[in-house]
């Protein structure tokens, strides 16, 4: 009987000795083939198939964004102007520079007043600088404001009436102006001036129209 069972025993052991090396074979071939597609390149389509889904949700992204926010965050200005002959201005020297008056009896809080700044540095410039064919284009006006940095001022105004004042009296002086009168898509009523632009013109001639007003 206890011959029988040595090749019992030892068969049992060749058979698990067997069975172990033939799971550890399949076990590492699946780690094997795992690994290879790791490390495997994606191809061009794949790439291009990942940038089109991450695009496209992105797009969506930004656009709930912009739904929730587009009552808050949106600032538009609409232009009102008049075209003014400022080349009598290109003989009186000194400094040039651009006045930017704010109106504070609207009350706008500080990013309001630098979109209405931004809308009324622009337009003045576009008034000066830009077409050829309009009446205010000075090109040497402007080539003297560019030069010497830009210079730009910004003042405190109380009300309507001083910046209809101030814009009149801008345009008896041949200085070039824009009212920028606001959309009313946020904190003010639409149509509501809220910031007058002057210039570029000599300072000179600018403290003649602003040089009572305050620093905003």
């Not at 069972?5 to 083939?33: C, E, H, Q």
């Not at 490390?39 to 930004?62: G, M, V, W």
């Amino acid at each position: 009987m206890g011959s029988n069972i040595i090749p019992s025993f030892f068969g049992i052991a060749v058979a698990s000795l067997a069975t172990g090396y033939y799971l550890g074979t399949l076990s590492n071939g699946d780690l094997l083939s795992r690994k290879k597609k790791e490390n495997r390149k994606p191809t061009k389509d794949e790439i291009l198939k990942k940038c089109k889904e991450t695009a496209e949700a992105t797009a969506n992204a930004e656009s709930e964004d912009e739904e929730e926010t587009d009552d808050e965050d949106y600032d538009e200005g609409e232009l009102s102007d008049e075209e003014i002959e400022s080349l009598s201005l290109n003989d009186i020297p000194g400094e040039v520079r651009m006045a930017l008056v704010i109106r504070q009896d609207l009350g706008m809080q500080k990013g309001k007043v630098a979109a209405q700044c931004a809308h009324a540095a622009l337009s003045c410039f576009r008034l000066i600088a830009t077409d050829p064919n309009k009446m205010s284009y000075n090109p040497e006006l402007t080539k003297r404001w560019l030069r010497h940095g830009q210079a730009k001022i910004t003042l405190k105004c109380p009300d309507k009436e001083k910046m209809d004042e101030l814009y009149a009296m801008a345009i008896s002086l041949g200085v070039n102006a824009a009212v920028i009168h606001d959309a009313g898509r946020t904190q003010i009523a639409a149509g509501s001036a809220t910031v007058l632009g002057l210039g570029p013109a000599p300072k000179a001639v600018l403290d003649q129209i602003t040089g009572e007003l305050k620093l905003y």
